[in-house]
């Protein structure tokens, strides 16, 4: 099995602390983060790899002054690629953003400056996002006469419902702010989104890791099916999760009140 000392990676910076917290840091600040080809294959790899390692949280986030500028376009225009190039490397983006959506690992994106087309795929295949003051969102595949292929068809329109997905695109209207918040494109507007999505990352670790492989997969899994087979899916998770010994440890811990209760800090 491929482990994460095997990647080959260029565009693309990856470190594990020694809480098992991986950092993705995309690092081409140059080209604004554009996602070329190689940049897509490598994040196939990582998030094939990062879940079988034993990593418990995932902060994505990236060099520069913007998360990233969404397709390659320069590549794009280059390559003058027909309908079958394009959707064969539409499937390769796919494969990473479902491999980092079904993986079961938490992963928290930390934004800023544009996320823009299918820098805002990326982002919306994350768990949690986390944006900055300088943070904003678009859609502008209309304006460069191109659609979506990156699952924003899917994701961001889960995220913000279909008719903002259809303004944000032909208007070319951008979301950033308490607006942005408040339309579902980020779940955080703080000041510090880099010290942000670490407490948030550190907190989720603590959870055990089956519980959090439930959570960041099979939600979305569940989203995909009928009510009535995600309610069976739904128990005989539960019923893994919630027999697991780290569960067992701490209902112990509960009964005997030695747990933390759950309420607000003040
Ligand atoms: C790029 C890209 C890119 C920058 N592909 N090279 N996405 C867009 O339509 C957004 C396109 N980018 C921009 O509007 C701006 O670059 C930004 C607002 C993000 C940043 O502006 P700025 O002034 O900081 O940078 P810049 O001067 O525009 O660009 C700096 C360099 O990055 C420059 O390269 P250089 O070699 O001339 O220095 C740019 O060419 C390069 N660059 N953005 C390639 N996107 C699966 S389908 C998904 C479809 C989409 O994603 S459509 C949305 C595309």
């Avoid at 994505?60 to 390659?72: T, W, Y």
């Amino acid at each position: 099995m491929r482990g994460i000392a095997d990647l080959t990676l260029e565009n693309i910076v990856l470190e594990v602390d020694e809480d098992d917290i991986a950092t993705v840091t995309l690092n081409r600040p140059a080209k604004r983060n554009a996602l070329d080809a190689a940049t897509i294959e490598e994040l196939v790899d990582i998030f094939s790899t990062l879940p079988r390692a034993g990593v418990r949280a995932v902060i994505l986030r990236s060099n520069g002054d913007h998360f990233s500028a969404g397709l390659d376009l320069v590549e794009h225009h280059r390559e003058n690629r027909n309908a079958s190039d394009f959707m064969h490397l539409c499937l390769r983006w796919h494969e990473a953003f479902n491999k980092m959506e079904y993986g079961g690992v938490p992963i928290i994106a930390v934004l800023k400056g544009a996320v823009v087309g299918g820098g805002l795929e990326l982002a919306s295949a994350a768990h949690i996002r986390v944006a900055g003051p300088d943070t904003y969102f678009g859609l502008p595949e209309g304006q460069r006469g191109l659609f979506t292929g990156g699952g924003a068809t899917i994701r961001v329109a889960d995220l913000i419902g279909k008719a903002r997905m259809i303004d944000m695109m032909l208007s070319g209207r951008l979301y950033r702010g308490a607006e942005a918040v408040d339309v579902g494109l980020c779940q955080y507007m703080v000041e510090d989104a880099e010290a942000k999505a670490w407490d948030i990352a550190r907190a989720a670790a603590k959870n055990p890791p089956l519980s959090n492989f439930a959570i960041c997969s099979a939600i979305s899994h569940m989203q995909n099916m009928s009510a009535l087979d995600a309610a069976y899916a739904e128990s005989v998770v539960a019923g893994v999760v919630n027999t697991q010994d780290a569960a067992r440890e701490r209902l112990a811990a509960f009964a005997t009140g030695a747990a933390a209760k759950i309420k607000p800090a003040d």
